[in-house]
């Protein structure tokens, strides 16, 4: 059961500090749990999906919670944004957890706090993509990466399937193994429309 534009929809669950454009359509398949989180255009979100959970139980000393009790910072997802099943977005910390537009997250990626993802980046299935960490525009991960702890990615790079990123990584570049990339191959055949 699909429906759109309506946060009343059968079995799904809605908390507080939800916005989006009353001119955009937000498919929200059954048993998501959306909280805190503002669209910024279309989206198309799976089931059994969680965005904009806090990482942490919020509470007032920590002071991740605003003056309403919701958290002080939240998911802000673009627009044209597929997420699909078994995926989770979690609320900042110190900072907004940013998606970009037209960026495609299928299912089981988790993506936890603080993260920035620039615009146009794919990320594919079961991958982790851990706190602070920043994925560059026009980006693609491949299944069963784990991108570490404040890790940037550079823009018009490509993360090879089962790679465990642990260091920053330069614009144009392809990962090809799963240990602190050893090796490195620069990404100068392949454009997917990155212009900047």
Not at 22 to 41: A, L, R, V, Y
Not at 82 to 99: C, D, H, P, Q, W
């Amino acid at each position: 059961m699909m429906q759109q534009n309506n946060f009343n929809y059968d079995y799904s669950c809605y908390g507080g500090g939800i916005s989006f454009k009353s001119d955009c359509n937000q498919t929200i398949m059954p048993f998501s749990f959306i909280s805190n989180t503002e669209f910024k255009g279309d989206v198309i979100i799976g089931s059994y999906c969680g965005i904009g959970l806090p990482p942490i139980q919020p509470d007032n000393e920590t002071g991740v919670l605003n003056a309403d009790g919701m958290g002080k910072y939240k998911v802000i997802i673009g627009k044209s944004v597929i997420i699909k099943s078994y995926s989770f977005i979690e609320a900042g910390l110190v900072r907004n957890t940013v998606i970009g537009d037209n960026v495609i997250i299928a299912a089981h990626v988790g993506i936890a706090h603080d993260v920035i993802i620039e615009d146009g980046v794919q990320i594919l299935n079961d991958t982790a993509i851990l706190g602070d960490a920043e994925i560059g525009a026009y980006t693609i991960i491949e299944s069963r990466c784990s991108i570490m702890v404040g890790v940037k990615i550079g823009k018009n790079c490509i993360i090879k399937a089962g790679s465990i990123i642990t260091h920053d990584v330069p614009d144009d570049t392809i990962v090809l193994t799963t240990y602190a990339h050893k090796k490195i191959y620069r990404n100068v055949n392949i454009n997917r429309g990155y212009n900047g």
